[in-house]
């Protein structure tokens, strides 16, 4: 294959019309890279049956490019939003029955205090049937064991806010939660002090007949995807085999904090108080930690890779990340050198979307191709 050949694999980035494009955006989430960024890379740097490594895999676009290519995956995820996010799409529940009994389930379980808000932005943000629902999904849902409950709750998030009426809550942002003082104060002063009335049940239902309707991604039952919940620097799964390619993205220091951006989020799902707790620790300010994390994380996959695997890793370009990422993947690669390149954005970033007009000094991607000395070179031309 040649650095120019087109992708013999699916293409997830473009419509809605086939199950793995369908699949492939599920998970609003912040700072994910595009997912032809990850099967470019794939194609060029793996042959089917490799397995590819994700140590920092957001929503799980890395595994899920992985998958509909035939490959197998390793990846893990710290933050459980995006952890639900990627391990429903590598392996969504196959019938979307179940899914829709387990939701008309939920709704049947609702007790009267289910429905009483905690909070005023819990009374501005979803009306009583609504919160009634969120409240026994935070409690009864098994997402962690269960895939029927564990793509319920992927669907409860990916519609838990946005912008009317395309979610479940009043009018909010779809990515990023705000602030709830905020939201209350935005609210009021613009006319949207009464929740949307929404039945749950009817509007997930039509989003799961949506989601189902061509099917699931083909190949979710022939590859071999683990995507775990943790720390990747102790959490990793071993690989079926050493790992050919790891295509990943760190968190960029002092850019955003994914525990406080998903903080309803992870309320949904049980992992988080109804108003959040502002200590921006994934924020990574703190360049000593900041460092010792990254060192211990990309040690780890190391670990799990082939010695002269190719290594794909975009960066934040300001130094507080670049120089931070640079020499540590430089010492795990030995003597390969690592490649980099501005990987400008294309388009307005997530956070110039949210109001934030600085300019941006982009991203890098460092890659280290697979050793010359080995077979897998011959996938490199
Ligand atoms: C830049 S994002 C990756 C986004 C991903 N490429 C995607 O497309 O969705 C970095 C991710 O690393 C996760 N993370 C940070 N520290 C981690 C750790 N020690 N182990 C596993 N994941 C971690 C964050 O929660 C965040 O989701």
Known sequence: MTDSAPSPTPD????????EARWARLGPYYAMFPIRFAQDAIDRYTDPGDVVLDPFCGRGTAPYAAMVAGRDAVACEINPVAWVYAATKTAPAPDPDTVKDRIGAIAEAVEAEDREPESEFQ???FCPTVLGFLNVARRELCWRYDATDRTVAALILQYLHSKLPQGLSN???HCRAMA????????????Y????????????????DWRYRK?????SHSSSVTVTLGDSATDLADPPAPARLVVTSPPYSGVTDYGVDSWLRLWAIGEGPALPKWDTKQKHVGLARYRTMLEAVFAATAGKAHPDAAWLVRCDARERTLDIVMPILAGIVGDRDVEVSPAPFSRPTQTSLYGDRATKPGEMDLLVRPAATTASANRCR
Not at 12 to 19: K, N, Q
Request: proline residues 11%; contains cysteine.
């Open 215 to 219: 099917g699931i991604p083909e190949r």
């Open 180 to 191: 709830p003082d905020y939201c209350v104060r935005w609210w009021n002063d613009n006319g």
């Open 193 to 208: 002090d009464t929740p949307p009335e929404v039945d749950p049940v009817s509007f997930l239902n039509t989003r799961v």
């Open 123 to 125: 009374t501005l943000a």
């Open 12 to 19: 997830c980035g473009i419509g809605f019309a086939t199950a």
């Open 171 to 173: 009018q909010m942002r």
